[in-house]
């Protein structure tokens, strides 16, 4: 018999709430992340509803957040940015509330581990989820596994080099304009060009600058990952035009460098958009709360 399970992709801007097991069968609603306290209470009321039916939940959630299980603080999102949500206890309210096993990852982990199970992943060992959006994120999977080391891999603050004529001041609250978010997130494009990204036409400079950091930060994590391949996500990814862009721009940086397929020959099948499109987030809350009940060992 197939589980039921609940699954949250707790991003930034929305919440998506999802009852169900795989893509075929899932029931879901979304809603903005408003404080933590009406997201969450919202979130409850939803999976209340089945109550005595759900054999897990699993969380992907923006960050960054606590995974040591020995840290007083784990399952609660931390030094994050976003106002009201340092120190936030996720998993403990959750738990407390609806009284069933409550997994618990970075959303993008989560979306990482549904594209493999079910998306442009399959069947590959090693490749990296990203997401360019209102913040950048990446999950890692490494090994058939998802890479968390000391806490999880924080792929959007890599420093990158700024390009010489971009004289923004970068909007990242750590790291101002050295870091890719701080450079490419969708706030940063806004800021920078004062018109939102999807209001900037496709010959617009935006997206030679884009292309510029996107490619360099791909060209990082292609030399220190070594990724079978790379899903590229996020609302800012939704430009087809800037796709070709950026694998035109990798594609230079690495100047011949790394002689692997199918970097080398097939760059359209090496940096790829996500398959399970803006779902890949929640199905991956139904990959987590099957491992936690040891349903699944991916
Ligand atoms: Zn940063």
């Given at each position: 018999m197939t589980e039921l399970y609940g699954a949250i992709e707790a991003g930034g801007t929305k919440f998506v709430c999802a009852v169900g097991s795989n893509p075929e069968d899932l029931t879901e609603v979304r809603f903005s992340t408003t404080s933590p306290s009406e997201a969450l209470a919202r979130a409850i009321a939803f999976f209340d509803s089945y109550r005595g039916r759900l054999a897990g939940l699993g969380v992907g959630s923006f960050?960054?957040?606590?995974?040591?299980?020995?840290?007083?603080?784990?399952?609660y999102i931390t030094?994050?940015?976003?106002?009201?949500?340092?120190?936030?206890d996720v998993v403990g309210t959750l738990a407390n509330a609806l009284d069933i096993p409550v997994a618990f990852d970075t959303d993008v982990n989560a979306a990482a581990l549904a594209e493999g199970r079910w998306g442009?992943?399959?069947?590959?060992?090693d490749f990296i989820y990203l997401t360019i959006g209102t913040g950048i994120g990446g999950g890692v999977i490494c090994n058939g596994r998802v890479v968390h080391g000391m806490m999880h891999p924080e792929l959007g603050h890599s420093f990158l080099a700024k390009h010489p004529e971009d004289t923004y001041r970068g909007r990242?609250?750590?790291?101002g304009d050295a870091c890719f978010e701080g450079l490419a997130a969708g706030p940063a494009i806004e800021e920078r060009w004062q018109k939102a990204g999807i209001d900037?036409?496709?010959?617009?400079?935006a997206w030679a600058l884009q292309a510029h950091y996107v490619a360099q930060a791909l060209v990082n994590f292609i030399c220190t990952l070594s990724p079978q391949k790379i899903i590229l996500g996020g609302g800012v990814m939704e430009q087809q035009h800037l796709l070709s862009r950026v694998k035109a721009k990798t594609h230079q940086l690495l100047n011949g460098y790394i002689q692997a397929e199918p970097l080398l020959s097939d760059i359209d099948s090496y940096i790829v958009v996500p398959d399970?499109?803006?779902?890949a987030g929640v199905l991956g809350g139904f990959v987590l709360a099957e491992a936690l009940l040891g349903i699944d060992e991916r």
């Open positions: 960050g960054p957040i606590d995974l040591d299980r020995a840290s007083p603080r784990y399952g030094s994050t940015p976003k106002p009201g949500w340092s120190n936030t442009a992943g399959v069947g590959l060992t990242c609250p750590f790291h900037l036409v496709e010959d617009h400079p399970l499109g803006n779902q």
